[in-house]
Every structure is written in structure tokens, then in C-alpha cells.
């Protein structure tokens, strides 16, 4: 089935620095990925989706500036948390459309702790 | 705009037994698609079943079965003979129709908990 693989699992970072999260499309190619944020015991809150070659498209209320998203290949698609702080903190997960049977595919997650 | 409500916050099933997870949906769409996910402590995402709302037929996946009502915009899902490894939170998530890059609606989720 297709895999979404992500990546880091998990990440530390000191308040003010930047954290990138990768997640690759291992044997599909995905045009279209998404990046939600989820918060503990809640649902997934979508962030932005990203079209590969294009600007992101991002939801309401979400800050482009710190939530930079490159969707350079169709295969790769980045999250990139600019200037972290405390409140940031959360658990960031990639998915995929591949295409009608298998639906979307989701990454395994990454749990960004800023200090 | 689409809304995805799931009533049940939490649910618990002995072992072994029945348990339903109610869903219910908002759309002005006629073709769509209804997925449910179980997100286990390890929070990896899992497809559990889906439906195409041009389909009449409820979808099964092994011990996984819906109860899809379009007129009653409800989308249920049914665990029989529950397992441990059942205990997870699920989400009902619907999909407009149209290829590419249409953005899934999420349900508040229901945690289930397996009672041994």
C-alpha cells in the first residue's frame, strides 16, 4: 500500500529556533499533501494543504509566515516551524491523497516539544 | 460548509462483544466519500473502512461494518467481536467529491475502550 514516511518522530528545539518536518511519499507520487496539527485527546485540525509546485494554501486563523510549507517534488513535501515557541508545542501530522481505492495515507507524526 | 459530528466522546465493549460508533454528516453534496480511522496510543493513522455515497451497499472489511444512511446523512460504524487491539480513538471523516486535492472533514472522535 502507499506510505507516507515522516520524519522526525520526534524533535525538541529551544524557543526561537526552527524545526523542519519532512514527510515522502515512498512508492506514489503525491501531488497533493496535507498538514494537520492536533493537540492531545482531540481531533486532527488541518493546517494547509500543499500542491506540489505551488504556494500553500492554508486554513483560517493558521500563520503562513511561521508555518512555512515547500512542496517541491512529488515526493517530498516539508513543514518548517519558524521561530518555535512554547505554544507550538503539538503533535504535526503529513497526509496524502493516493488515489481512489486507498484514499489518504497519513504519516507517522511528529511530536514537536519547544522549551 | 461540511460538518462531521460524532456524538459519543467515548465508549467502552467487553471483549468479544458488539460496539457502534455513531457519525453523522452535513453536506449538500450527492456523491461523496465517508471513511472511518482508528488512531491507536502510538497516534498512527489507519483507514478502517470507507464508503462512496453512490454506493447502496454498506461497506465490510472483516469485523468492520457500516450502516451508511445518505437520506439520514449517518454513517455508523460497527466493531463485532471487539479485541484488545480494537481500543483506539476513531474518527468519521468525509471527503466532497471531485479528484486531487479535496481536503478530508474530521469528527470530534470517540475514544473506545476494550474492557477485558
Redesign the interface.
Known sequence: GAVVSQHPSWVICKSGTSVKIECRSLDFQA??M?WYR?FP????M?MA?S?EGSKATYEQGVEKDKFLINHASLTLSTLTVTSAHPEDSS?Y?C?A?TG?Y?????G??TRLTVV | AQTVTQSQPEMSVQEAETVTLSCTYDTSESDY?L?WYKQPP????I?VI?QEAYKQQNATENRFSVNFQKAAKSFSLKISDSQLGDAAMY?CAY?PPN??????T????T?LTIIP
Open positions: 501531488t497533493t496535507f492536533q485527546k482531540q481531533s486532527l488541518l494543504t500542491n503533535f501530522i497526509s491523497w481512489q486507498y484514499g489518504y495515507t497519513f507517522s507524526g | 466519500y471513511f502510538s497516534r498512527q493513522m483507514l470507507r474518527f471527503r479528484f486531487g486535492n479535496e481536503k478530508l474530521f469528527g470530534t472522535g475514544r
